[in-house]
């Protein structure tokens, strides 16, 4: 639990967006995935748009959610997960994926083309979420051990 304001101002923060960008992500899935398929006759210009700034958004909203898991671990406050000190490793460096990324991206944009830093952010934020992504299940494995050596009798 939170025990000093940095704490609960880092955790409000972090629940605001975990929440918004979790709950905006899984209307986005299922909004692209209840997506009505394009006419017959058509070429499919408005559904490939739909499906491709969907899935834009859908990039954008993880890397929110992730910025929101990696809060705690990169400003060393308490998090509502539990993560160890090897797991606060790997969201740091998702961490530095997000912003580091969009560093970079935005170099790569003005240096070589637009498009390109697009690519690179994109690619940083897929990478960054992979790391919370891999922490958060590396956690919950954890957990379901800890709960099945419980069940079995093992304490230790």
């Known amino acids: 639990m939170p025990s000093t304001p940095k704490d609960y101002v880092l955790t ?23 997506l009505p398929p394009a006419p017959p006759g058509s070429d499919g210009f408005v559904t ?10 859908l990039v954008l909203t993880l890397g929110i959610t992730g910025v929101g ?9 308490d998090d509502l997960f539990g993560f160890g000190e ?13 912003g580091g990324g969009f560093v970079v991206a935005a170099g790569v944009a003005v240096a070589v083309d637009f498009l390109v830093g697009v690519l690179v952010f994109f ?16 956690r919950l494995g954890e957990i379901a051990l800890i ?3 419980k069940r079995n009798g093992n304490a230790s």
Not at 13 to 28: D, E, H, P
Not at 48 to 57: C, D, P, Q, T
Not at 86 to 98: E, P, V
Request: with cysteine.
């Open 12 to 34: 409000a923060i972090q629940v605001l967006l975990v929440t918004v960008g979790g709950g905006a992500s899984v209307l986005l899935v299922y909004s692209l995935a209840t």
């Open 48 to 57: 490939g748009g739909a499906y491709l700034w969907g899935g834009v958004a």
């Open 69 to 77: 898991i990696v809060l705690p671990a990169v400003f060393g406050g």
């Open 86 to 98: 090897h797991q606060r490793l790997l969201l740091k460096a998702a961490a530095a994926c997000f």
């Open 123 to 138: 690619l940083a934020v897929l990478l960054g979420f992979l790391g919370v992504g891999s922490a958060l299940c590396w």
């Open 147 to 149: 709960g099945l050596r």
